[in-house]
């Protein structure tokens, strides 16, 4: 009886491991046609990004994989409540980090930086959107995780909850990697 539930969590970790395997591939592809069309263009719209100001939100998101961390290990200890506060507080930071990306778009779309004036802004719009989404479909994701071990009803051991953390640490790379190579990389 006991070789059912790590059935269930190998075969849980394992399609999360799929399903962010080939997310991965998704990402590194638009990441490839971004650099490749930034060469044919001779100013691509990169100089209208902030980022210093994306930074901030950018170290908000990036540390919500930290307080992610904090409220595993009180779930761990069979703290329902701290890991419950912690797992709001991580969709907070995620919130937080959306709506600014939202922000950044208006700001550059009124500068005429919108997704049809440049290929650069193509792929940026396309590759921050689909990570944006990423974060959107999280959140919901980490709310029901709070109200969950609030509730009592996820315990130190939950596939679901493994690979829903899995998700949310993969998310959070991907904007590490796209903040570097959208805001700070002046590649060709």
């Not at 100013?43 to 595993?72: D, I, K, N």
Request: aromatic share 12%; glycine share 12%; charged share 10%.
């Amino acid at each position: 009886m006991t070789a059912v539930p790590s059935d269930r969590a190998s075969r849980t970790h394992l399609g999360m491991l799929a399903f962010l395997a080939s997310d991965a591939v998704i990402f590194l592809l638009m990441l490839v046609s971004n650099i490749y069309l930034r060469r044919s263009e001779a100013h691509g719209g990169q100089t209208l990004l902030e980022p210093g100001r994306m930074l901030v939100f950018s170290v908000l998101l990036w540390g919500s994989s930290g307080v992610l961390l904090l409220a595993e290990r009180q779930r761990g200890r069979g703290d329902r409540v701290g890991a419950g506060a912690l797992y709001l507080v991580t969709a907070l930071l995620g919130a937080v980090f959306a709506l600014a990306q939202g922000l950044e778009w208006r700001s550059l779309a009124a500068q005429g930086g919108t997704i049809s004036s440049s290929l650069f802004f193509s792929t940026f719009y396309t590759t921050t959107g689909l990570h944006g989404l990423h974060v959107l479909l999280g959140l919901p994701v980490l709310l029901a995780l709070a109200l969950l071990s609030w509730t009592g009803q996820i315990g130190r051991r939950a596939p679901g909850v493994a690979a829903a953390v899995l998700y949310w640490h993969f998310v959070d790379a991907v904007w590490l990697v796209l903040y570097v190579v959208f805001y700070v990389w002046r590649g060709p």
